[in-house]
């Protein structure tokens, strides 16, 4: 073999690596470039889901046109007698009912406000507030001289007024109330005619921690 023929072997073979190494480095491109490829569609994938938060109203229903109770020229009692008072304008129902959407709750407070004619003393009345459970009524709130409240609450329950109770409500369900009110076994009563009389109010606000 002469020296020609041996430098072209030779350069042939280191022409055939060239070409080798240079399809292996394109053959590795192409791989990192399918690579990125992947993971970029991969990750731009996005959650398109929404979360929905829903609210809906709360009422104060009466099962009669007005909206509380008033005594004129009654008797005091005691209050094992006035807890079983039962004639028609001698107790009050009511109800709070909820229309609620989505995963919240309602906090309200039930209240009564005071007429402004009453010419009885707040310490010359008892309230007495049951609550419907089980289709029988249960004592929420003790029998109680008409206390206003110093200040308004969180909710809105104004100042002079006196709060009967409060709870939660959610989803649409009611809660049944029972209101009784009479003139305290202590009071005194000259010969004028006295009266009281309170109305009942509710206020609410929805929760969207809950």
Known sequence: MNNQNYNDEVIKKESNNKIFISIICLLIFIIMVIGVSVATFTYTK?????????TGNIYLNYTEDTNGINITNAYPMADEVGKTLTNE??????????????????????????????????????????KK??????????????????????????????????????????VN??????????????????SFGVRVSIKAKVDLSE
Do not use: C
Request: no cysteine.
């Open 46 to 54: 996005e959650n398109k889901s929404i979360n929905t938060i829903s």
């Open 89 to 130: 304008d001698q107790y009050f129902d009511f109800t709070v009912e909820a229309s609620l959407q989505g995963n919240v709750v309602a906090n309200y407070e039930v209240a009564a406000e005071k007429e402004s004619s009453s010419t009885l003393d707040n310490n010359e009345v008892k309230l007495y507030l049951e």
């Open 133 to 174: 459970v089980d289709n029988s009524y249960q004592e929420v709130m003790a029998p109680t001289h008409f206390t206003p409240l110093r200040e308004s609450t969180d909710l809105g329950t104004m100042a002079g007024t006196m709060l009967l109770d409060s709870g939660t409500i959610s989803e649409s369900s009611t």
């Open 177 to 194: 109330y029972r209101l009784r009110m009479w003139v305290d076994a202590n009071t005194i009563l000259d010969n004028l005619e006295k």
